[in-house]
């Protein structure tokens, strides 16, 4: 039988909400089209996430288990990845797409001689064909991009799908993995982690993400007052990460990160198409801005036409008082 | 120290645009240098002034991308190679992978540079696909480049912080536009531009044959469509208290997100 194979990314200890949405989609994909669904993980120790992963319904799980999957060095991804497509032989491979898949997709794609189609907002089996949408021209419009090679690799954005939990028990196989460091041509030297980083924006749940409205120290204040209110983590839209207020680690947006949190808050943020690329998958949309011709409402659930100085502290006052509730 | 930096000529990704029977309509046929592309040349310029050596550019592309050449060249970039097809529209990541591969076979460089992704189709892959044709270490999403004792110093944005890896020579790196602030031309660098060599050469040049091309592409575009927008919600004006508590029961009772 013909197989779907997709990559599980973990960090922390635990899978990637972003790597459950493409397992929970391929499940359902896999069954419309009487196909294998098989996942990789490649991980300091691999079995620690077998018991979440059957929560998704996986046939088979590779665990993959080496030391240098503990640094973010791509080239030993790339390796240890290529094993496992050669030993699963699927006809579809599917990321998250992130940071680190970026980096390794297109590599892959080449040594298997396989097509490769990035970052998709959907995609679908027809026949012979995977069919994806996906945007381009500073996604302003969706291309319909398909190809009909023997094995293609997908990397599918966050907040595209829904989680859906299809529990089962999978053939689980250890595969050993011999990766000769003195080999390699790359190095990491350092990972510098800014303050920004303590809760991973691709991966949360609540962020409140600030733009050019916020001004100064004063705005950036209480943007981080509201995002410790709700624990959320704090983004920025471009206008704020190059005037140096915000680090540009926590852009968001069509050059920067692609968020799909449950609630997001764009504060003081006009909601230019490039800003909205990052965001529009997020679930509840509240939007806070003077001006109420901004773009922005247009993508809001709920939107609050005032002054961001006067609203965020009403706000996270009301907040803290409901979570200590 | 010598620098390849593959560019690309995109269409002017600002300009308004529209989709009339699944192709795409803009107002403007203006085709521009890259902003990843620009980020990359400038990144390569920074580095050659600090330790010698030039820069080379690098485009596949019509007869029209000459003057996004041109542009590169008037930045400081030392000269051009134009790898002459006029029509690009089939060809894919793999495709522009395999001709780059083909060039830089025959080139010497101690890196190769090109941006993280192109403006118009945002795919990210050339990069990768090439380092893998040419064996060479590689690193995305640059942010930082510095050179010592022979290696690359790559501070790459990576999905939780920021990640130093050192690369050795020769290796290839995709830049972000988060990297620099790339250079206007100057008057005088127009003028220079003008002098500098640009080599052109064909797909036969480098031992491709033109009925390869399209099958080195293994994507096809089928057309284009309108991004879905969003349900209609709700827009409060007035007070900042009775929004706030208007808000804060919706997120509560309807949206139930806290």
């Known amino acids: 039988m013909s197989k779907i194979l997709v990559h599980v990314a973990t960090a922390d200890g635990k899978i990637k909400r972003s790597s459950l949405e493409v397992l929970s989609y391929c499940r359902k994909l896999a069954d419309d089209n009487g196909l294998g669904l098989e996942a990789a993980v490649l991980d300091i120790d691999p079995s620690r996430y077998t018991d979440a992963l059957n929560t998704y319904g996986p046939d088979k799980i590779y665990n993959l288990k080496h030391p240098i999957f503990s640094n973010h060095l791509s080239s030993p991804v790339i390796d240890a990845f290529s094993l496992l497509v050669e030993k699963s032989s699927p006809r579809l491979v599917a990321f998250a797409s992130t940071e680190s898949t970026k980096e390794v997709m297109g590599a892959l794609a080449a040594r298997h001689n396989a097509a490769a189609i990035p970052d998709v907002a959907s995609f679908t089996l027809n026949g012979n064909s995977v069919d994806a949408e996906r945007p381009v021209m500073a996604a302003k419009v969706l291309s319909k991009t398909s190809s009909s090679s023997d094995l293609v690799f997908v990397s599918v954005r966050s907040g595209s799908y829904d989680t859906a939990e299809k529990p089962g028990t999978a053939e689980v196989e250890e595969v050993a993995f011999d990766f000769d460091e003195a080999g390699l041509k790359s190095v990491l030297k350092e990972v510098i982690s800014s303050a920004g980083d303590k809760v991973d924006l691709s991966e949360a749940e609540v962020v409140v993400a600030a733009g050019r409205g916020i001004k100064d120290e004063e705005g950036r204040k209480l943007i981080e007052d509201l995002a410790n209110s709700l624990g959320a983590a704090v983004g920025a839209s471009r206008a704020v990460t190059e005037s140096g207020l915000f680090p540009a680690t926590l852009q968001i947006g069509q050059t920067g990160k692609v968020v799909s949190p449950q609630l997001y808050f764009a504060v003081g943020i006009s909601g230019a198409i490039q800003h909205v690329a990052g965001m529009a998958n997020s679930k509840v949309i509240v939007a806070i801005n003077k001006d109420p011709d901004a773009p922005i409402f247009q993508y809001a659930t709920y939107g609050l036409v005032g002054d961001l100085f006067k609203i965020l502290p009403l706000l996270t006052e009301q907040i803290k008082q409901v979570k200590a509730g | ?258």
């Open chain 2, 1 to 258: 120290m010598n620098l390849s930096v593959c560019i690309k000529q995109v269409p002017d990704v600002s300009a308004p645009i529209s989709i009339k029977e699944g192709t795409l309509s803009q107002d403007t046929d203006r085709m521009v240098l890259d902003a990843y592309s620009a980020s990359a040349v400038e990144e390569a310029l920074v580095l050659t002034e600090k330790h010698g050596g030039e820069v080379q550019v690098v485009l596949v592309g019509p007869e029209k991308a000459k003057e996004t050449i041109r542009k590169a060249l008037a930045m400081g970039a030392a000269s051009g190679v134009h790898i002459l097809i006029e029509d690009i529209s089939g060809l894919d990541s793999s495709a522009f992978a395999e001709i780059l591969a083909a060039w830089h076979k025959k080139a010497s460089f101690d890196a190769i540079l090109t941006g993280k992704q192109s403006q118009d189709t945002d795919a990210g892959l050339t990069g990768s696909m090439l380092a893998w044709n040419l064996e060479l270490p590689f690193a995305a999403n640059a942010v930082g480049l510095q050179f010592e004792n022979d290696s690359f110093i790559v501070k790459r944005q990576g999905d939780s912080g920021q990640e130093m890896v050192e690369l050795k020579s020769p290796c290839l790196i995709t830049c972000s536009n988060d990297m620099n602030d790339p250079r206007i031309p100057s008057l005088k660098g127009i003028m220079q531009s003008k002098r500098k060599t640009v080599e052109t050469v064909t797909p036969a040049d480098l031992g491709i044959e033109a009925s390869a091309l399209n099958s080195d592409s293994k994507t096809e575009r089928k057309g284009f469509k309108e991004v879905p927008g969003r349900e209609p919600g709700k827009k409060f004006e007035g007070e900042a208290d009775e929004m706030v508590s208007n808000l804060m029961n919706l997120l509560e009772n309807e949206a139930k997100v806290l």
